[in-house]
Every structure is written in structure tokens, then in C-alpha cells.
């Protein structure tokens, strides 16, 4: 699908870096035109050497000297207006009753108020149910939970041996799933349990002596009951990779790897994807079997999210926040830092201001994590301030506004960011603050 566009013109196409001062490579250099969304042509800015320099200033900041921040153009966080276009509305091929799914199963999905397929759902459930091996690209908030979950549990309705594997990036995303799956599976003696770092291991060794139809976890704690011969592969038939190019981005692949090693070959595997990159094409042609591949990308960012830059001077830069958070629009509100201990003494500092926040970031404990995320879903706190940990996996209705407090390492990093808002029929807003020069 195509979207209209409007070039920016030239002279917004400046470079700057956090600290203010001139970079040594810009994301300018060598940049297509921008096309008035804030992004080129191409994949997320139109050229792969934009991701590049995201990637090689970050390795360069492990290398020695501290945290660099990332250079970039200020005018690929802007698109004051959004141009409203005309999609091709989607028509699905099927409905849910033609999926050969339980009716309380169907029940249970238009209960939740989804009355047809998404996209993803719509075309994949039908190559799981054949039992093909899948690659679905699908944009976050796109229904790809329910679109492996469903025919999943179809099947192992039919078969009470069969055993799901499903491997996520983040903590929340697993009892996010896990959460997903209880509510399809309802009254048919199916179990589940999520095995997740961060928290006790003994409980989930315990939970994996009992019978478990689906088990979900990251991959760090997966392998490591594998090693433990806690986890027994040869029984898993099914493994799924949920969010498989955060998982590699987040330096999973060799766990990944591992644990694919271990289940037996003569299962059937999905991955499922925002983006491909070259790691991921590597791991579909390793250990999958003649995968079918769906795509219902249509853009990197919505036109639900309208998105500006907010300048700033090193000073100034908390006083700005509050001024921007002292707005009766900023309802409900995700700002993002780049450090773990920046992002718990922000919280604090909004805290101190007046402003109910939480934070999630690594530092804190799962237990702590989730009574974060739950004050801030609850509306207890009307603000959550978050590392890249919860850029993926933590879906929370009505996000008013995401702020970019600290710049995002990658255009992916971006991506996921302000995912966070303009889900579904919502509007939302994305701002990112800009070092005045």
C-alpha cells in the first residue's frame, strides 16, 4: 500500500548531536529527500547507512569514553501533519468461524470486541492450520499474539501432546502472551507456564515437573533450564519467535540459536517479525522448513502519530519537561531515557514535582516491574518513564503522548518508541527533544 507525501524542505536537513556541538558524521550525508512523514523512501529513512551510524556511534560509546549519543537529523522526528489518505480498506478472506477454531474459543476472541481477522490473522492462520512453517512481518499492535496462539491451540486441542515453545524479547511480552493465552483457553484443560530472568528460578521448575502445553519465556532463562535439564526438548513440537528481530537486536542470537539446536527437527516453526534483517534471513534458512512467508507491512510509522521535535537548552531540559507535562492533553504519558539509573532518578524528580510516575528499566525486579506497569494501566500514575526494555512487549490502551527525553540508539529503537501511542483507531503524539544549537 502507498501513502501520499510532501518533501520537507532543504534547509531542515541539519545535523546536530545531543551535546549541541558539530558531529563528525551526520545522518544527512548522503540522505535521500525527506518525503514529509520524517522519513526517505526506503526502509525507516531511506538509507541503510542512516542505521549504520546509529549502530556504529553506539559501538563506539562501548569502546571507550562513555555513553555517545547518537547524531541525527531533527527533522526525521517531525510531521506536524500527517497526510490523511485513503487506505484500501481490508477485507478478510475469512471470519473466525471458518478457522475450524472451538465456538467458545470464537467466542472468547468476539468477546473482546474483535468481530473479523486482522491482516496477520486473516493470512496466516490458515498456513498454521496446514502446518507450514511461517514468517510473518507484521507492525506491533497488529494482532500476531492471536494469529500463532489461535491455530496453536487449535492443534493442541486435537492433540493434548503437543507442546509450544514461544520465545519473547522482554519479560512483560512473555506474561503478556501467557495472559493472551488464558483468555482463548478458557475451560479446555490446556497449561501454561512463562519462564521469564529477573525473577525466582525454583518456582519455574517446579511449574515445568507439571504438564505444560505451552511454555513462554526469554531466552536467557529458557537455555539455562535446558542446560539444567529442568526444560526437556524432545517433547516441544512447536516453537515460536515471537518478536524475533528485537530478540536479535537485544543480543540473543546465540541462545536463540541453542535452543533451536535442541528441539527436534520435525516440528513447526513460526517467526514473527516488525522487520528482516540479515541475522534474521539467516536464522529462517537454518532452522526452518520451506517457510511461507506473510507480509502486511504497510509503513514503519502510522499516520495516527503526529510527531515534532521539542528544542531544549542542557540547563532547562527537566523544566521543560514539566512544562510540557503541565498540558491537560498529556493524559496518559511514556517517556523514554537512555540509561537505567537517568530513567529512575527522572521518575523520582516528577515525583518530587508533583507528577505521579513510575519507571521500568533493568534494574528493578520482575515483581517491581509489573506493580509499575500496573499502577500506570490502573491510572495511578500518569506517567511511566522507561529504557528501550519497554519499547516492545508492553501494550497499555490510550497513550496519549510518547516522549523521546533521551535520543533512541537506532531508527528501530525509534519505531518501537512511539509505537507506544496512536494504537489502533487512536490518534497520538510523539515528541523528541532536540539540543537547541
Known amino acids: 500500500m502507498t501513502t501520499q507525501t510532501s518533501r520537507l524542505p532543504q534547509s531542515r536537513r541539519r545535523s546536530y548531536s545531543s551535546s549541541g556541538t558539530k558531529p563528525e558524521q551526520s545522518f544527512s550525508r548522503n540522505r535521500r529527500p525527506n518525503n514529509g512523514t520524517g522519513f526517505g523512501s526506503g526502509r525507516f529513512g531511506g538509507h541503510k547507512r542512516s542505521h549504520n551510524n546509529f549502530r556504529n556511534n553506539r559501538n563506539r560509546a562501548r569502546s571507550g569514553g562513555g555513553r555517545k549519543q547518537p547524531t541525527f537529523d531533527p527533522s526525521q522526528f517531525i510531521n506536524k501533519n500527517p497526510i490523511e489518505t485513503k487506505e484500501e480498506v481490508y477485507v478478510p478472506k475469512h471470519r473466525f468461524t471458518d478457522f475450524g477454531l472451538h465456538p467458545r474459543i470464537v467466542e472468547a476472541v468476539t468477546g473482546q470486541g474483535i468481530s473479523s481477522p486482522s491482516p496477520i490473522q486473516d493470512q496466516v492462520i490458515p498456513l498454521i492450520n496446514d502446518g507450514k512453517d511461517v514468517v510473518g512481518l507484521a507492525?506491533?499492535?497488529?494482532?500476531?499474539?492471536?494469529?500463532?496462539?489461535?491455530?496453536?491451540?487449535?492443534?493442541?486441542?486435537?492433540?493434548?501432546?503437543?507442546?509450544?515453545?514461544?520465545?519473547?524479547?522482554?519479560?512483560?511480552l512473555a506474561l503478556q502472551a501467557e495472559a493472551e493465552f488464558r483468555k482463548f483457553s478458557v475451560g479446555f484443560k490446556l497449561y501454561a507456564t512463562s519462564c521469564v530472568g529477573g525473577t525466582s528460578i525454583r518456582p519455574q521448575i517446579r511449574a515445568l515437573k507439571r504438564i505444560n502445553h505451552f511454555i513462554i519465556?526469554?531466552?536467557?532463562?529458557?537455555?539455562?533450564?535446558?542446560?539444567?535439564g529442568d526444560l526437556r526438548t524432545e517433547r516441544i513440537n512447536n516453537v515460536v519467535l515471537d518478536e524475533a528481530d528485537r530478540m536479535l537486536d537485544m543480543g540473543f542470537?546465540?541462545?536463540?540459536?541453542?535452543?533451536?539446536?535442541?528441539?527436534?527437527k520435525n516440528r513447526q516453526t513460526l517467526f514473527f517479525s516488525a522487520t528482516m534483517t540479515a541475522e534474521a534471513e539467516r536464522m529462517v534458512n537454518d532452522f526452518m522448513r520451506s517457510p511461507v512467508t506473510v507480509s502486511v507491512k504497510k509503513k514503519d510509522v502510522t499516520d495516527s502519530i503526529t510527531q515534532d521535535v521539542v528544542p531544549y537548552e542542557h540547563v532547562h531540559k527537566f523544566d521543560t519537561l514539566l512544562a510540557l507535562l503541565s498540558k491537560e492533553e498529556m493524559r496518559r504519558v511514556i517517556i523514554f531515557g537512555s540509561m537505567k539509573h537517568s530513567v529512575e532518578k527522572l521518575s523520582n524528580e516528577l515525583c518530587r514535582s508533583g507528577i505521579k510516575a513510575e519507571s521500568i528499566h533493568g534494574n528493578k525486579s520482575h515483581g517491581q516491574r509489573q506493580r509499575s506497569l500496573n499502577a500506570f494501566k490502573s491510572g495511578n500514575a500518569r506517567v511511566l518513564v522507561a529504557t528501550d526494555v519497554a519499547a516492545r512487549g508492553i501494550h497499555v490502551d490510550n497513550v496519549s503522548h510518547v516522549i523521546n527525553y533521551d535520543l533512541p540508539n537506532t531508527f528501530e529503537d525509534y519505531v518501537h518508541r512511539i509505537g507506544r501511542t496512536g494504537r489502533g483507531v487512536h490518534k497520538g503524539q510523539?515528541?523528541?527533544?532536540?539540543?537547541?544549537r
Open 430 to 436: 510523539a515528541l523528541t527533544f532536540v539540543p537547541k
Open 253 to 264: 542470537i546465540h541462545d536463540m540459536r541453542k535452543i533451536l539446536e535442541n528441539v527436534t
Open 217 to 228: 519465556g526469554t531466552p536467557g532463562r529458557i537455555l539455562d533450564l535446558i542446560n539444567r
Open 139 to 172: 507492525e506491533t499492535g497488529s494482532g500476531k499474539t492471536a494469529a500463532f496462539l489461535l491455530p496453536l491451540i487449535k492443534k493442541t486441542l486435537t492433540n493434548k501432546n503437543q507442546v509450544t515453545l514461544i520465545l519473547t524479547p522482554t519479560r512483560e
